[in-house]
């Protein structure tokens, strides 16, 4: 072998490590749409392709509202089916009385996202446009608050309803740095290791947020204890193979080990009354799925973290989304 030939294959070797090393990082990194996200207090992602993978055979295209009808013929945009990624910041209002209520958010959305009739839309329902760093924002007024929308991408779309233009403005700068695997807001940096690898739903920080009351949070009319503040990791994850069960774990981090010990503690008897109380509904897809979800529950805790865990098959999910379909669709554009 000669000197030359060796010093190619060093340098093809090396290469090749390289960009065996970025695939590596870039899996390990948040989704780009999430990482163009501004500071906030909560993040939610869910990555709609696997979702319609799971229940295709169940959904089918929902009735539609006038007013939605109007916007896809305008826009030809679906939500339904050209969305495929969606990230949400959340934003605790100092007000909660305020325009925005208790909570503004910022949002990227990722999909068939095309341009000029989705901003021949936007001009005709925007009450003024902005420009920031070579985009075009649209200052759409809705419900006493201003709603901003640009388009950071070919596919991308920026939404905020914040009282400032600050954060629709950070989308737009991370947009620039967006091929950076581990750019991002603090909050993801924080604890986006504590999401599971192959999760297509999941939330970080404070996303209790959009469920609370008085300060408790509240879902399926239950109200948990854990404050609206709490740090908290969610998420959905299928299980392997594919056909099988989803998998949901919900982990808060408590302020100390103590206080983890008495949240478990309640939570595994909520739990426990919550399934007595499910066995007496009626047996519909909604209420079926929840069964399924408190029949599989478990409560744990590891020191200052307290973790609930809870599988539901897919045909569960599906048959719950096919009822909910029957119903006129309330599918939002992106001024709601």
């Not at 744990?300 to 999910?317: C, E, F, G, H, N």
Request: hydrophobic letters at 40%; proline letters at 7%; glycine letters at 6%.
């Amino acid at each position: 072998m000669t000197r030359r030939t060796r010093r190619t294959l060093i340098v093809v070797a090396g290469v090749l490590l390289l960009l065996a090393v970025a695939i590596f990082l870039r899996s390990k990194a948040p989704p780009e749409c999430a990482r163009l996200l501004p500071e906030s207090d909560g993040i939610i992602y869910i990555n709609f392709k696997p979702i319609r993978t799971f229940m295709h055979k169940s959904l089918r295209p929902p009735d539609r509202v006038p007013d939605y009808q109007q916007f896809v013929n305008a826009t030809g945009i679906d939500w339904e089916q050209d969305l495929d990624q969606i990230a949400i910041a959340l934003h605790r209002m100092p007000d909660p009385n305020g325009p925005n209520g208790p909570v503004a958010y910022s949002m990227v959305l990722e999909g068939k996202l095309t341009g000029a009739r989705l901003n021949n839309w936007l001009n005709t329902h925007a009450e003024s446009r902005d420009t920031y760093a070579g985009h075009t924002i649209y200052n759409i007024p809705s419900e006493g608050r201003t709603v901003r929308v640009t388009q950071i991408g070919y596919d991308m779309l920026a939404v905020s309803n914040t009282p400032t233009p600050e954060q629709i403005h950070s989308i737009i700068d991370r947009h620039r740095t967006a091929a950076l695997p581990f750019a991002g807001s603090s909050l993801l940096s924080r604890h986006y290791h504590d999401v599971p690898l192959l999760a297509f739903a999941w939330g970080v920080g404070q996303i209790g947020l959009p469920f609370s009351d008085s300060g408790a949070i509240s879902v399926f009319g239950f109200k948990l204890p854990l404050e609206d503040h709490s740090t908290i990791i969610a998420s959905i994850t299928p299980s392997l193979p594919l056909a099988g069960s989803l998998h949901v774990r919900v982990e808060e981090i408590a302020t100390s080990d103590s206080i983890a010990a008495n949240q478990a503690a309640s939570l595994a008897t909520l739990v426990t009354m919550a399934r007595g109380f499910t066995q007496q509904l009626a047996s519909n897809p909604a209420n079926n799925g929840l069964r399924q979800l408190l029949q599989t529950a478990e409560v744990t805790q590891r020191r200052d973290r307290v973790i609930v865990t809870a599988s539901i098959s897919p045909s569960a999910l599906s048959a719950e989304a096919a009822e909910s379909n029957s119903a006129p669709s309330s599918a939002s554009t992106p001024t709601q």
